[in-house]
């Protein structure tokens, strides 16, 4: 396995383990950070009791409704994942790529591309999908709050399909930790936010259960 190229500043950090560690940084994200899906979205589990209530598991009835639409009651005891998208969106960031190429009579041609990040360090480091970046000659981000940022290239790991990318900012910026992939469990709601093919609107969110774990697709 081909080792990660990185900068030195940032591989002396306690936080490179992530990219030596492919495996415990592809789980979680994801995974989704896939992270990850050609969108690149980030996945955030309840794994913590106080960042999505459980739902209740609703009684089931033998007296037979006829395939009837589930009852008010039972709707309501779903999940509201509101308060946890608010909490999590302002570290999510969209990505936006310019690659040079040549069209089919040999002139250059400037190609464009998007894909999603998340803020992993209040100083801007940014972690997202290698393939997002691979072929970039300019990088730019745009946060949560429409700023739009030069960015650069600080470390890939194209095993993986996970790249490291940095910006230059002045403040503290909202960040994500992983979580430990080991405290996931089969049955566990999660929440996927990301810049699904570059839609404007700001970040699409969609919601699930952790279906299986230790298969490989």
């Given at each position: 396995?081909?080792?990660?190229?990185?900068?030195?500043?940032?591989?002396?950090?306690?936080?490179?383990?992530?990219?030596?560690?492919?495996?415990?940084?592809?789980?979680?994200?994801?995974?989704?950070?896939?992270?990850?899906?050609?969108?690149?979205?980030?996945?955030?589990?309840?794994?913590?009791?106080?960042?999505?209530?459980?739902?209740?598991?609703?009684?089931?009835?033998?007296?037979?409704?006829?395939?009837?639409?589930p009852?008010?009651?039972?709707?309501?005891?779903?999940?509201?994942?509101?308060?946890l998208?608010?909490?999590?969106?302002?570290?999510?960031?969209?990505?936006?790529?310019?690659?040079?190429?040549?069209?089919?009579?040999?002139?250059?041609?400037?190609?464009?591309?998007?894909?999603?990040?998340?803020?992993?360090?209040?100083?801007?480091?940014?972690?997202?999908?290698?393939?997002?970046?691979?072929?970039?000659?300019?990088?730019?981000?745009?946060?949560?709050?429409?700023?739009?940022?030069?960015?650069?290239?600080?470390?890939?790991?194209?095993?993986?399909?996970?790249?490291?990318?940095?910006?230059?900012?002045?403040?503290?910026?909202?960040?994500?930790?992983?979580?430990?992939?080991?405290?996931?469990?089969?049955?566990?709601?999660?929440?996927?936010?990301?810049?699904?093919?570059?839609?404007?609107?700001?970040?699409?969110?969609?919601?699930?259960?952790?279906?299986?774990?230790?298969r490989?697709?």
């Amino acid at each position: 396995m081909n080792s990660p190229r990185v900068s030195k500043e940032f591989a002396q950090t306690d936080r490179w383990w992530h990219l030596r560690s492919p495996i415990k940084f592809a789980a979680p994200a994801l995974v989704a950070l896939t992270l990850v899906t050609a969108a690149c979205g980030f996945v955030a589990t309840d794994s913590d009791p106080t960042a999505t209530p459980q739902p209740s598991p609703t009684p089931v009835s033998d007296s037979g409704n006829g395939g009837l639409p589930p009852s008010p009651a039972a709707i309501s005891q779903l999940p509201s994942l509101r308060d946890l998208v608010e909490r999590v969106g302002p570290a999510v960031v969209a990505i936006d790529t310019s690659t040079i190429g040549v069209d089919f009579f040999l002139r250059r041609v400037e190609q464009r591309g998007s894909g999603s990040g998340v803020i992993v360090r209040s100083d801007g480091y940014i972690v997202t999908n290698d393939h997002v970046i691979s072929d970039a000659s300019s990088l730019r981000v745009v946060l949560s709050d429409g700023r739009v940022l030069d960015a650069t290239t600080v470390g890939r790991y194209p095993d993986s399909d996970i790249a490291v990318v940095k910006i230059d900012v002045d403040e503290e910026l909202p960040v994500l930790k992983f979580a430990n992939s080991d405290d996931v469990r089969v049955g566990d709601w999660v929440l996927a936010i990301g810049n699904a093919l570059g839609l404007e609107g700001g970040p699409t969110v969609t919601a699930g259960i952790v279906s299986a774990r230790g298969r490989t697709l």
